[in-house]
């Protein structure tokens, strides 16, 4: 546990008693009734009221993301409690976990169990989606199986990200923030009509930021500095809108573009790797100081680097028998580049190598979708379509190393000796490059129906047939000196060619290839019970289902890694309730949850001549189950309480038993890795006059996220941690202008993502710390 985390100081008690004291001021004074927000969203492809969607789903307003300083899908978190988000070195090996559950690998033929849908295109990549959050109209959290209606990759959940369209009239936004540590973010707006029934929507963005750690290297190969500061981001991008608003259609067209330059994200040493290799890193305070470390040795700075541009169309068409036709094409070209520091020193030493990454991710995707849907106000509404996607999914990437066991150089202060890297007989240089094509096809047909029997009681059915053709080529020659040519392994660099030897049952060659279909049937069934317009009731079962994959990465070797893995399902059971009470000043939300997954995609970490690197497997069957509940609190008018809790008991049932011994394997009853049971938050915001010409704005929420794994095995404990952000606002009476402080992690609550290999590697966020900042902002109409 952190030193800093002994809970809150005097001073930032104080905070809190003030600021309990003031809101509840605030609120007496307050005379006017107020009633929840009413937010629409299309979790079943139709328009309808949040309160509505026999569904565990948290929907956030655009508005609310900007007032609680949500830029991004990395700290959703904070929210929705059972959201957590798995931070990689790069955005290509990050990922959504939600109810304990996710698939986290590096393999570029295998797909996330959360989808990311945006604009209504389902997104390839788990990366893709960890862009700025910007100009939105709303995101909806959907919990559990979700393939019904949404199919592509959505066994665990989906997170359904909805832009802001064109304005009847003229509106334009600018927002400028600054926050310690040289952030900055601009943001800028425009819409309003260019004809009848025509409108439009332009939105760009730059933001950066320094980093919150300190690389004390003085030669590092990509920083400018010693001293330079790292796990920062230089982000930028555009968005343009076209909708067509006419009597009997709607049509929307959007492009936009995003570029992301982050150095990031340098894994931290916190503990002791050996007296010799804690002096030759040399860092301040040393090295042993946990998730209070801030400093790295790095001779190369880890990056992740992102383009991405994209193109949507999509039209809601009145059709004869008041049916509604739904069209949505997307296409989207996404490309990351990652540097990475593997050994984590500031050279090769005798007897500890450096490691080198170097990778390219390109995917190209395009999806079509094709739907009829009744009048949904009818006693039997029901809506059919079919959906095809294609997926190309290509990667190089390349490990270099260097090794010696001897040197002649002398032995430096640390008590190390360096590698002499001009010693080509002393040192020498493993490294293997791979070349990966992938290639993902998905078609399906789909229908829902709902049936009222009465105004209280109805009954939900749905049915999707999936075809799932996947297939890959890899190459990969053995390893080799980079200086002479010849044979060589190292660290994390096989001497198997990808094709496997022939005495392994492989090839013999470089180049490995292979291919998968399957076909499936997965469904649901929900009985709905209203007695009023306030208060529902649900029970549901739902067969979800993700397609099959194979564990293509680096280290590929047939013909192990060449054997498909499995289609995952799952069986969820589901109840639920929703309700408005109190003149709907009071809104409570609760479902209970019993997941079962078989064939569960896993990542397992295994060694590889002395580094660890990971080989994605079906492990067996997880099951998840537990508790949702969530409530808003709005007594007087502009004033709102806000609470959510989860409980997920997220655990491995039976994985698979050892291929070989055929013992069982001892992860039975373990928990499933950053899955914590209990997370919650709860907050509250305000908004009221200041005399005749001026209004005040507070918020305040403190999110908690109970202790958890890193990997399968419970291996990386990550300490629980509890963040309390703040912000205060002052604008004019019409809200054209608004200054806004903020305050995050106001306790100063240090806390970690990610614990790999026992604590020497550390991914430590940019709210592990205190720091203030403001956000100026303008409206026009």
């Known amino acids: 546990m952190s030193n800093r985390q002994n809970g809150l100081s005097k001073l930032t008690k104080s905070l809190a008693y003030c600021g309990s004291v003031s809101l509840f001021a605030l609120a007496m004074a307050a005379p006017a009734h107020a009633q929840v927000e009413e937010i629409v969203v299309t979790a079943q492809k139709v328009e309808q009221n949040v309160q509505d969607v026999?569904?565990?789903?948290?929907?956030?307003?655009?508005?609310?993301?900007?007032?609680?300083?949500?830029?991004?899908?990395?700290?959703?978190?904070?929210?929705?409690?059972?959201?957590?988000?798995?931070?990689?070195?790069?955005?290509?090996?990050?990922?959504?976990?939600?109810?304990?559950?996710?698939?986290?690998?590096?393999?570029?033929?295998?797909?996330?169990?959360?989808?990311?849908?945006?604009?209504?295109?389902?997104?390839?990549?788990?990366?893709?989606?960890?862009?700025?959050?910007?100009?939105?109209?709303r995101i909806e959290i959907l919990r559990g199986p979700q393939g019904t209606l949404f199919g592509k990759n959505a066994s665990a959940g989906l997170v359904n990200i909805v832009s802001k369209g064109g304005t009847d009239s003229f509106e334009a936004s600018a927002n400028a923030e600054y926050f310690e540590g040289d952030e900055y973010r601009f943001r800028g707006s425009v819409s309003g009509p260019i004809a009848k029934d025509l409108s439009a929507r332009v939105t760009g963005f730059y933001g950066s930021y320094d980093g919150n750690i300190t690389n004390i290297n003085t030669a590092a190969t990509t920083a400018a500095d010693s001293g330079k500061k790292v796990n920062g981001y230089e982000h930028y991008g555009a968005r343009g809108i076209l909708d067509y608003n006419g009597p009997s259609a709607k049509i929307r067209l959007i492009a936009d573009y995003f570029k992301a330059n982050d150095d990031c994200c340098a894994e931290v040493t916190g503990v002791s790797r050996g007296a010799t290799l804690d002096a030759e890193l040399g860092l301040p305070g040393g090295v042993a100081l946990g998730e209070d470390q801030r400093y790295v040795n790095h001779n190369l700075v880890t990056q992740s680097l992102d383009t991405q541009w994209s193109l949507t169309g999509s039209a809601d068409i009145d059709v004869p028998g008041d049916h509604v036709l739904s069209v949505i094409l997307g296409y989207r070209n996404w490309q990351n580049t990652e540097l990475r520091e593997g050994d984590f020193l500031p050279r090769a030493v005798v007897g500890t190598a450096q490691l080198h990454d170097e990778g390219f991710v390109e995917t190209d995707q395009m999806s079509a979708e094709v739907r009829l849907a009744s009048d949904q106000?009818?006693?039997?509404?029901?809506?059919?379509g079919t959906f095809i996607w294609h997926s190309n999914n290509k990667q190089d990437f390349t490990r270099r190393d260097i090794v010696c066991s001897a040197s002649t150089l002398p032995v430096a202060t640390s008590g190390a000796t360096p590698c002499d890297v001009n010693n080509t007989t002393l040192t020498t240089f493993p490294t293997a490059t791979s070349a990966s094509d992938v290639n993902s096809t998905n078609f399906a047909i789909f229908g829902q129906g709902t049936y009222r029997f009465t105004d209280m009681l109805s009954l939900t059915a749905g049915?999707?047939?999936?075809?799932?053709e996947l297939s890959f080529n890899h190459f990969r020659a053995p390893g080799v000196n980079a200086t002479t040519g010849l044979p060589?392994?190292?660290?994390?660099?096989?001497?198997?060619p990808a094709g496997g030897t022939v005495a392994s049952g492989g090839n013999g060659t470089n180049v490995s290839v292979g291919e998968s279909a399957n076909s499936n049937f997965s469904g649901k069934a929900s009985l709905q019970f209203e007695p009023s317009d306030d208060l529902l009731f649900y029970a549901s079962y739902t067969r979800g289902y993700k397609g099959p994959a194979f564990n293509v990465f680096f280290n590929h070797t047939a013909p192990t890694n060449a054997v498909p893995i499995d289609e995952e399902l799952s069986d969820s059971y589901e109840i639920g309730m929703k309700s408005q009470f109190l003149n709907d000043m009071v809104q409570f939300n609760t479902s209970l949850f019993h997941v079962t997954y078989d064939g569960f995609q896993a990542n397992?970490?295994?060694?590889?001549?002395?580094?660890?690197?990971?080989?994605?497997?079906?492990?067996?069957?997880?099951r998840s189950k537990g508790f949702e509940a969530d409530a808003i609190i709005s007594p007087v008018q502009g004033l709102n309480f806000r609470g959510s809790v989860a409980y997920a008991d997220?655990?491995?049932?039976?994985?698979?038993?050892?291929?070989?011994?055929?013992?069982?394997?001892?992860?039975?009853?373990?928990?499933?890795?950053?899955?914590?049971?209990?997370?919650?938050?709860?907050?509250?915001?305000?908004?009221?006059?200041?005399?005749?010409?001026?209004?005040?704005?507070?918020?305040?929420?403190?999110?908690?996220?109970?202790?958890?794994?890193?990997?399968?095995?419970?291996?990386?404990?990550?300490?629980?941690?509890?963040?309390?952000?703040?912000?205060?606002?002052?604008?004019?009476?019409?809200?054209?202008?608004?200054?806004?402080?903020?305050?995050?992690?106001?306790?100063?609550?240090?806390?970690i993502l990610l614990n790999t290999s026992a604590g020497q590697r550390l991914h430590i966020p940019r709210d592990a710390d205190r720091y203030f900042g403001a956000t100026l902002s303008a409206k026009f109409k």
């Open 488 to 496: 060589l392994t190292g660290p994390g660099v096989s001497g198997n």
């Open 604 to 622: 397992n970490f295994i060694v590889l001549n002395g580094a660890t690197v990971t080989n994605l497997t079906n492990a067996g069957t997880v």
């Open 463 to 468: 049915l999707r047939w999936t075809r799932d």
């Open 377 to 384: 106000s009818k006693p039997f509404s029901y809506q059919v």
């Open 54 to 137: 026999p569904i565990s789903i948290t929907a956030i307003s655009g508005d609310r993301l900007t007032e609680t300083g949500t830029n991004s899908l990395e700290n959703i978190g904070d929210l929705v409690p059972s959201v957590t988000f798995r931070k990689g070195t790069t955005n290509a090996n990050s990922a959504i976990v939600m109810r304990g559950v996710g698939t986290i690998t590096f393999s570029v033929a295998a797909e996330p169990s959360v989808s990311t849908v945006v604009d209504g295109v389902v997104l390839s990549r788990s990366g893709q989606s960890f862009i700025d959050l910007l100009d939105l109209e």
């Open 650 to 751: 997220a655990k491995v049932k039976k994985f698979n038993p050892n291929p070989i011994t055929n013992a069982p394997d001892a992860r039975n009853g373990t928990r499933l890795p950053l899955a914590p049971k209990w997370s919650w938050n709860v907050g509250a915001d305000y908004e009221t006059e200041l005399g005749a010409s001026m209004k005040l704005y507070a918020s305040t929420i403190y999110s908690y996220t109970g202790d958890q794994f890193s990997d399968l095995g419970e291996g990386g404990p990550i300490d629980s941690y509890g963040i309390w952000n703040a912000s205060l606002g002052f604008g004019d009476a019409d809200d054209k202008y608004r200054l806004t402080f903020h305050a995050r992690n106001i306790g100063d609550t240090s806390y």
